[in-house]
């Protein structure tokens, strides 16, 4: 069976005109509802080949006279391809993320690449564009799609195997996810992207806001890791958003929500436009009252030095306490003062989220040549939740989570592009083994083994050739360092970048001396490089 992916929408539309029935949206869909008014199982045979011939005219499927001979080598809008060199350096950052995850004490979650449909809807809805899937023989949806996040497969997870987890549960996750999105490849978004996440979940977590602290804390240090250029992480609270709007009369959430949306703007559009869009929103209000709104929604720095309005609610001082308490046990873990803000007009996802949320953003750097990385957006983003399984076991569990995801392909993406980070190898070795006779090839299989052994990815050379193709072999795969069995009494080790070496008459001298040498080089090589980090400044 041939699977095709579509965007929900086109699915629900093309059922819309072929079945005449309505794909409702408006309110959470059941597996069974949904199977119920899309299935075909009750439907003529001709409906089933309009469907069909539907699909091939609305997504210009080939027809089955028109199918292409052979297949089409191309790269295909919204995802990434990435060159063999980008592909090792990207691989280095996963594994350096996922290190420094557990280094934490975050645990590897492995979720299944496809989630239900209707799943999916519950905690998404059409506005994430999610991808629905298709035979391809005949355009029959199937019932699953493509997770538009990593929130929601950690939410099923916890669903199925709450009674057997040990809480609070740390998870980590580092897979795919998919939007159906306008791709904007200058920008860092695609339709199919990696996301990097750490999630604490708990029963009961208000009242403490150290898993939030340790969330944000371990994606600062990941990034220091990483040796990212100076970033800030912009950090808020719903209380404190929703008592500003509440003590100004909006009492009602839907307008709050189109408030928030338009405060969002702020970091864009002149104040004075915001404003004029407020008041024709809300034409009753006066514009001296939508100044006082504005003002409390665009301050920026030291949650200390906020001023608040007289007569701020209990909600809102509780709120504010919470975000001092969160900077100072940000401060404990390792996190500078200067790394983390107070911003009042980061409100985005403040509809979902039920307590602290935090954007990450790079610095804006002096050199112009570099202002794309202020352009690109958030690199690292998230919240305090709740009720984060409740819909889908149908009961109250308390269960309330903490979280925080790293766009790992759109900062790749971004430091790259600006030449910041350098992908220059393609192999995976840190040493190829090399040697010219039989003899010289068992002991270059013995010093192989060994340094594996010592937790050192090795190449052993697979044939007999001479140490100018061996050397030659290794530069082209980006592999630092050469082990070359000379002789039973001679052990050469070469860098191949600087093109100094090491003879040694034992083994076990040249041992030593290649663990040194790849631990340090090892070190340095998930970092980016320094001259490219301080040409941002």
């Known amino acids: 069976m041939k699977l095709v992916l579509y965007p929900l929408a086109i699915i629900s539309r093309l059922y819309r005109t072929v079945c005449k029935t309505s794909f409702?949206?408006?309110?959470?869909?059941?597996?069974?509802?949904?199977?119920?008014?899309?299935?075909?199982?009750?439907?003529?045979?001709?409906?089933?080949?309009?469907?069909?011939?539907?699909?091939?005219?609305?997504?210009?499927?080939?027809?089955?006279?028109?199918?292409?001979?052979?297949?089409?080598?191309?790269?295909?809008?919204?995802y990434r391809d990435f060159s063999l060199q980008e592909e090792t350096l990207f691989t280095i950052w996963k594994k350096a993320v996922a290190s420094s995850f557990e280094s934490f004490g975050f645990v590897p979650m492995e979720p299944r690449p496809v989630e239900l449909v209707s799943n999916l809807l519950l905690k998404?809805?059409?506005?994430?564009?999610?991808?629905?899937?298709?035979?391809?023989?005949?355009?029959?949806?199937?019932?699953?799609?493509?997770?538009?996040?990593?929130?929601?497969?950690?939410?099923?997870?916890?669903?199925?195997?709450?009674?057997?987890?040990?809480?609070?549960?740390?998870?980590?996750?580092?897979?795919?996810?998919?939007?159906?999105?306008?791709?904007?490849?200058?920008?860092?978004?695609?339709?199919?992207?990696i996301q990097a996440d750490v999630d604490i979940i708990d029963r009961n977590l208000a009242g403490s806001v150290t898993a939030d602290a340790?969330?944000?804390?371990?994606?600062?240090?990941?990034?220091?890791?990483l040796n990212f250029p100076k970033f800030t992480m912009h950090i808020n609270h719903i209380k404190i958003a929703n008592a500003i709007l509440k003590q100004l009369g909006f009492e009602n959430q839907d307008d709050r929500a189109k408030i928030l949306h338009l405060v969002d703007k702020l970091d864009k559009t002149p104040k004075e436009e915001v404003a004029k869009e407020l008041l024709q929103m809300f034409?009753?209000?006066?514009?001296?009252?939508?100044?006082?709104?504005?003002?409390?929604?665009s301050y920026v720095g030291?949650?200390?030095?906020?001023?608040?309005?007289?007569?701020?609610?209990?909600?809102?001082?509780?709120?504010?306490?919470?975000?001092?308490?969160?900077?100072?046990?940000?401060?404990?873990?390792?996190?500078?003062?200067?790394?983390?803000?107070?911003?009042?007009?980061?409100?985005?996802?403040?509809?979902?989220?039920?307590?602290?949320?935090?954007?990450?953003?790079?610095?804006?750097?002096?050199?112009?040549?570099?202002?794309?990385?202020?352009?690109?957006?958030?690199?690292?983003?998230?919240?305090?939740?709740?009720?984060?399984?409740?819909?889908?076991?149908?009961?109250?569990t308390e269960i309330e989570g903490v979280g925080i995801s790293i766009g790992l392909t759109r900062v790749f993406d971004v430091l790259t592009s600006l030449g910041i980070a350098t992908?220059?190898?393609?192999?995976?070795?840190?040493?190829?083994?090399?040697?010219?006779?039989?003899?010289?090839?068992?002991?270059?299989?013995?010093?192989?083994?060994?340094?594996?052994?010592?937790?050192?990815?090795?190449?052993?050379?697979?044939?007999?050739?001479?140490?100018?193709?061996q050397f030659s072999y290794a530069s082209k795969l980006g592999i630092p360092y050469c082990f070359m069995v000379m002789g039973s009494k001679s052990f050469v080790v070469k860098n191949l970048q600087t093109k100094e070496q090491q003879e040694y008459?034992?083994?076990?001298?040249?041992?030593?001396?290649?663990k040194k040498v790849v631990e340090q080089h090892l070190e340095a090589s998930i970092k980016i490089k320094e001259e490219g980090k301080e040409a941002v400044k």
């Open 505 to 514: 008459n034992t083994m076990d001298g040249a041992l030593a001396y290649i």
């Open 302 to 396: 030291d949650i200390d030095k906020a001023v608040f309005e007289e007569g701020l609610s209990a909600e809102a001082v509780a709120g504010v306490k919470e975000l001092d308490n969160l900077f100072h046990r940000l401060e404990q873990l390792g996190v500078p003062r200067d790394s983390m803000i107070y911003n009042a007009r980061m409100v985005r996802g403040l509809n979902y989220y039920t307590g602290t949320v935090v954007e990450t953003l790079f610095d804006a750097p002096s050199n112009p040549e570099h202002q794309y990385l202020t352009k690109c957006g958030s690199i690292a983003s998230g919240g305090r939740y709740d009720k984060l399984v409740d819909t889908f076991v149908g009961r109250a």
């Open 24 to 78: 409702r949206t408006d309110k959470p869909i059941t597996g069974d509802y949904y199977m119920s008014t899309i299935s075909l199982s009750n439907s003529a045979s001709s409906s089933s080949c309009a469907l069909s011939s539907t699909l091939r005219e609305d997504l210009s499927k080939p027809s089955e006279s028109k199918k292409p001979k052979k297949g089409q080598v191309r790269s295909i809008p919204g």
């Open 283 to 297: 034409p009753r209000r006066k514009k001296a009252e939508m100044d006082r709104l504005l003002s409390q929604f």
């Open 214 to 225: 340790a969330c944000y804390a371990t994606v600062y240090h990941t990034f220091k890791r």
């Open 124 to 193: 998404g809805g059409l506005d994430k564009e999610i991808y629905g899937m298709c035979r391809a023989e005949d355009g029959t949806p199937v019932k699953v799609g493509l997770p538009f996040d990593r929130t929601l497969p950690l939410a099923l997870k916890v669903a199925q195997s709450m009674d057997q987890m040990t809480f609070p549960y740390k998870r980590y996750d580092i897979s795919y996810s998919f939007r159906g999105e306008k791709a904007m490849a200058s920008a860092g978004r695609y339709r199919g992207f």
């Open 423 to 469: 992908p220059m190898r393609i192999g995976s070795a840190q040493v190829l083994v090399g040697h010219r006779t039989e003899e010289e090839e068992n002991a270059a299989t013995k010093a192989a083994g060994k340094i594996r052994e010592l937790g050192i990815a090795t190449d052993l050379y697979t044939a007999r050739k001479k140490i100018k193709k």
